[in-house]
């Protein structure tokens, strides 16, 4: 006979399921195709992670994060970055007001870091000095000014996006900030039967918007299961080997890794195999980690930490190539 | 209950995955196996049919044991394969996760295993319901796995390439081709070797191989040689111990003029000492050389030809002995047998560097008298007209076309004389770190009395000290009386009055 701690469990992992499947409905009523960037998308929201959606222009990347927006009845604002912006206009700064008795006053205006969803949009265009404003927000979610600190209110979650080609006059992400997304999704250009379905929607009289399924404190119950899900011995080690095994030097390092790659994964490349991992295995419907999960979410979860070196770039290597040959060469540890 | 259902399952696809190893030590090792044995009985047959007995030098063993080799080796490499896959270790959860993979159960048996097994206390109430939950999979599972019978994936039966057949067939036959070579006393006969053998595929060989010139002269050679000349001549073929060279390579020395290729002189002499390893050694050794030489006398042919016909006629005419290569002092119809007490390869080389000299000399006074040597003539006058281009500086260029002096202009301008002038001053003014100091001052209000005016007056004190120029003498003379007639009243007796602008110099001695 079942247990009821069993029965809850699986009374939790079906209403993930839930929740997860009409979010995914609800931003699919704007966003046609790109499957896996929406997974990716609501994964990270799941874990509390943050994503770089890295994709050519016109691909949907900042309408996604909208109807994401949408979707989730949470805080959700918009920072187009610039070349011109400070940290201040994005963490907020004081200003002179009028008072009410007459004269004026010092008051703290929030900057736009303060919501719960952040898109924020073309975040390479930025300088380094405004995108390191958005490292205290990613990792310890408060924003510290001055004297001042404001704790940012759970679920938080930023989504920048980047394009990939249009280089000038932007600014690489520095490798701090790259490690603090838990995804680098790449998108790609919809298939073929997704472009009559884009036209349809888009250029017609109707304008199509998602509809408010969820709220955040259902985001952090959801948050709650997925961090439950255990992981089993054998799985924990292939993560730690996989992460490992990008670093050079390592004992888990291949050939490629040896020679190509310039700086490998943090530690925090591990917990984000794991955490996305759990996602997946609820997805599939099992309880506990597994091998192949690890292996479904690596290439996002390492793909952007992975520092290809000169060497590498001059070969023509990418980190999709290392993180390929890695999940090839790294074996799945058999217990005794 | 689940965990008797795992470890009954581990116990039974340890077993079937240990049969498993096996068969995958056992194919992956019957291929190399095979090839190694073929390799090195493929190696005796070789040798063999080259006419290489075993006994002797680098194979100094009988066949019986190469044999055993040949087959022995790739069976021990067999035994070790497999018997080391047996003695692999296999892990439950290694069992279990085979049979995970093969049931397609998303490693539930692997993980229920790890979490009966592990120690680490569960956080918070909804996990532990994850981790029963994994396990109750795992325990239908476990029935599943039980029901369907503990078949692992049979590996799949690739069929035997033709090839490895073939290779078998072929191990088999080279076994019973050399079973029969192998005399009851365990020594080996060489394939070929039956009595005249040797003789006749010297023979044979020579006939084949020997180039056609030689082939004319031979047979009159043959008539002239007594049977005695003939058995004296083979014996140095048959006798290991021989340091003559072989004929091979003094006869490739001999017929090198004749355009006849060094290469196939080396192989007829091979395939002619059918005795010893060092003979064969002595043969490459000659054989390498004489491929030298013949590069050498090439070159030196070519540079001959080119000045003129008549010249190379009147030396082909009046050299016989030299050869048409240049370098060997023999005719070239001269027989091989008359040049047996020719010098060795390196004094000969020294010969020939003589004789180059001489050929040089030759060569002059053929032209009319001595000329210079070519070696020191000068080359050809630059007459690069650039001036070198960007930073990089080519010192034959200066623009004259010449050996001049070095020369920046061109045309006209360059037969404008002109003083070169710098363009600017090099050098910095002030060479040295510059300091510069802040202080912070604070400003303060000072004192400054105005100084009332006053009309000038003469000095009240003395001066002070003036300084004393070193005043000659007659100068010092001179100013005294100057001011002394200046304060003397005009038109007193008995004082003289010294115009200042005309001062008496004394003159110099």
């Known amino acids: 006979m079942p247990k009821k701690q069993a029965v809850d469990a699986r009374k939790a ?239 888990f390092a291949p050939g490629i890794v040896e020679e190509n790659v310039l700086l490998g994964s943090s530690p925090r490349g591990a917990q984000a195999l794991i955490l996305a991992a759990k996602v997946r295995a609820l997805l599939a419907g099992r309880f506990a980690v597994t091998c192949e999960d690890i292996q479904d979410v690596a290439p996002d979860v390492l793909r952007h930490r992975v520092i290809i070196n000169f060497q590498g770039q001059a070969e023509g290597f990418t980190p999709d190539d290392v993180v390929r040959e890695l999940l090839d060469q790294v074996s799945v540890p058999v217990g005794v | 209950m689940l965990e008797a259902d795992l470890r009954m399952l581990a116990s039974e696809a340890e077993g079937k995955l240990r049969e498993r190893n096996y068969e995958i030590a056992l194919r992956a090792t019957l291929r190399p196996a095979l090839n190694l044995g073929l390799l090195l009985l493929s190696l005796y047959v070789l040798l063999l049919l080259m006419g290489r007995a075993f006994g002797h030098g680098l194979f100094d063993y009988p066949l019986w044991l190469g044999l055993a080799l040949g087959l022995g080796w790739p069976a021990l490499l067999l035994v070790w394969r497999v018997s080391a896959a047996l003695r692999q270790p296999i892990g439950r959860l290694q069992s279990l996760r085979a049979l995970d993979e093969h049931l397609d159960l998303g490693e539930r048996l692997q993980t229920a295993a790890e979490f009966l097994d ?37 590996l799949p039966r690739s069929e035997v390439p033709p090839r490895l057949v073939w290779a078998f067939a072929l191990l088999i036959l080279l076994t019973f081709l050399l ?172 010969l020939e560097e003589e004789d180059e000299v001489d050929d040089e000399t030759d060569e002059q006074e053929a032209r009319g008298g001595v000329q210079p040597q070519l070696r020191d003539r000068r080359p050809p006058v630059n007459r690069d007209l650039s001036i070198g281009f960007g930073s990089g500086k080519n010192p034959d260029a200066n623009g004259r076309g010449g050996p001049s002096e070095q020369k920046k202009s061109r045309g006209v301008a360059s037969l404008v004389l002109g003083v070169p002038i710098p363009d600017h001053i090099k050098g910095h003014p002030n060479p040295g770190k510059t300091k510069i100091t802040q202080e912070k001052v604070q400003p303060s209000a000072e004192d400054a009395p105005a100084i009332p005016a006053e009309a000038r007056t003469p000095a009240k004190k003395a001066v002070g000290p003036m300084a004393d120029p070193q005043m000659n003498p007659w100068m010092r003379e001179l100013v005294r009386r100057y001011f002394l007639s200046l304060r003397s009243p005009v038109g007193k007796p008995g004082e003289t009055r010294v115009p200042p602008s005309q001062p008496q110099i004394p003159k110099k001695d």
């Open chain 2, 179 to 350: 079973l029969p070579r192998i005399d009851a006393t365990g020594t080996t006969i060489p394939i070929g070797d039956d009595g005249q053998g040797q003789a006749q595929a010297d023979t044979e060989e020579d006939g084949t191989e020997r180039d056609p010139l030689a082939m004319h002269q031979r047979p009159r050679e043959d008539k002239e040689e007594t049977p005695q000349v003939e058995a004296a001549r083979l014996e140095p073929k048959r006798g290991s111990g021989s340091k003559e060279e072989p004929e091979s390579s003094r006869q490739s020395k001999g017929s090198a003029g004749m355009g006849r290729p060094t290469e196939s002189a080396g192989s007829s002499g091979a395939s002619q000492s059918t005795g010893s390893p060092s003979n064969q050694a002595q043969t490459s050794k000659a054989g390498k050389a004489s491929k030298k030489k013949q590069k050498k006398r090439k070159t030196k042919e070519e540079k001959k030809r080119k000045p003129n016909k008549a010249r190379k006629e009147e030396e082909s005419g009046s050299t016989v002995g030299k050869g048409a290569a240049g370098g060997s002092h023999r005719s070239p119809s001269a027989s091989t047998w008359s040049s047996k007490d020719q010098v060795s390869s390196d004094e000969e080389e020294a």
């Open chain 1, 13 to 251: 992992a079906e209403e993930f399921r839930a929740v997860h499947d009409k979010i995914k409905a609800a931003v699919q009523e704007v966003i046609v195709g790109q499957e896996e960037v929406i997974e990716a998308v609501l994964a990270a929201l799941f874990v509390g992670g943050h994503v770089l959606l890295e994709g050519v222009p016109g691909l949907g990347k900042t309408i996604l994060v909208r109807s994401l927006g949408e979707a989730v009845e949470v805080a959700f604002s918009r920072i187009q970055f610039t070349p011109d912006m400070m940290p201040a206009d994005i963490q907020g700064t004081s200003i002179l007001v009028d008072a009410d008795g007459g004269g004026h006053e010092v008051q703290f205006q929030q900057g736009p870091l303060v919501a719960n969803l952040v898109l924020a949009d073309e975040i390479n265009r930025a300088t380094p000095k405004t995108q390191s404003a958005l490292l205290e927000a990613m990792q310890e979610k408060q924003i510290s000014i001055g004297k001042r600190t404001i704790h940012l209110e759970e679920p938080y979650c930023v989504l920048a996006t980047q394009n990939p080609v249009e280089q000038e006059g932007t600014y690489p992400l520095p490798e701090a900030q790259l490690d603090r997304f838990l995804f680098k999704v790449v998108v790609g250009y919809p298939k073929e039967e997704d472009y009559r379905e884009i036209l349809q929607r888009t250029t017609g009289n109707v304008e199509s918007r998602a509809s408010a399924v969820s709220h955040g404190k259902e985001i952090l119950a959801m948050r709650e299961i997925v961090r439950a899900v255990p992981v089993p011995e054998h799985a924990e080690t292939y993560a730690i080997h996989l992460v490992m095994g990008t670093q050079p030097g390592s004992a």
């Open chain 2, 118 to 154: 592990c120690q680490r206390p569960a956080g918070s109430a909804i996990e532990v319901g994850f981790r029963q939950a994994t396990l109750e999979d795992a325990a239908v599972a476990a029935l599943a796995a039980k029901k369907r019978g503990l078949s692992l994936p049979s």
